[in-house]
């Protein structure tokens, strides 16, 4: 299904678009770390890439400067348009294709060496684990899908309550159902230190999932 600006009434949409419209538009313009280390071992040959919740465009931008094209998607316009400035201004514009999707009810077509979903995560409910499975069946042949996930709330983290509770890694693994014709590359909870808006830092844990498509 291709997008549907139609769409733009929906209540993520509308969640997103005021979150961007109020961020710095220089927060999350620089590439995940695990992401970088995660293609650099383990897909270091470029091709199609999807790039799921992109955000402001750091992993899409430095995948489309290392080689990739990258459909890049977000359900909120005003992060896509930020994207493309971001790409004309790296010099990617013709690698990177912002698109819009409300994935709980639309999802571009076609098959991508490398899918990613880096903290995919929205408090407005849709079905998460039904995106990611049909993020997986997205994954060409010998494709790569990425998933890197909250497993602990920053403090200054406005998305998330107090009582919710973290799946680990192994358990977001198996909720995907994935089946036969997959190889786990990695599955693991490290610690990172991150940093927030306003320069505070924290220790967090992160889920890493990364999944070859053999079959």
């Known amino acids: 299904m291709q997008q549907a600006d139609r769409d733009t009434d929906t209540d993520s949409a509308a969640y997103w678009e005021n979150h961007y ?12 770390i695990v992401l970088k280390d995660l293609v650099t071992d383990l897909a270091p040959t470029p091709g199609a890439a999807l790039d799921l919740g992109c ?37 990617v514009s013709d690698r990177v294709h912002p698109v819009r999707h409300d994935l ?28 990611l499975r049909r993020a997986a069946e997205a994954v060409a042949p010998d494709g790569l899908l990425v998933v890197v996930e909250h497993a602990s709330a920053a403090p200054w983290s406005s998305h998330v309550g107090p009582d919710v509770r973290f799946p680990t890694a192994q358990e977001s693994l198996d909720s995907l ?9 990695r599955c693991d909870a ?3 230190t991150a940093t927030g808006p306003q320069g505070q830092s924290a220790s967090v844990t992160d889920n890493v999932i990364a999944l070859r498509r053999t079959g």
């Open 21 to 32: 419209s109020r961020l710095d538009t220089r927060w999350g313009t620089k590439p995940n």
């Open 55 to 91: 955000g402001h465009g750091g992993d899409a931008i430095w995948l489309a400067a290392i080689g990739w094209d990258v459909t890049a998607v977000d359900v909120a316009r005003t992060a896509l348009d930020r994207v493309a400035e971001g790409a004309r201004a790296a010099g």
């Open 104 to 131: 709980a009810r639309t999802f571009p077509e076609g098959e991508f060496g490398l899918v990613s979903a880096s903290y995919f995560h929205t408090p407005v409910e849709i079905p998460r684990v039904q995106v």
């Open 177 to 185: 159902q994935l089946g036969e014709g997959w190889h786990t590359e």
């Open 190 to 192: 490290p610690r990172r």
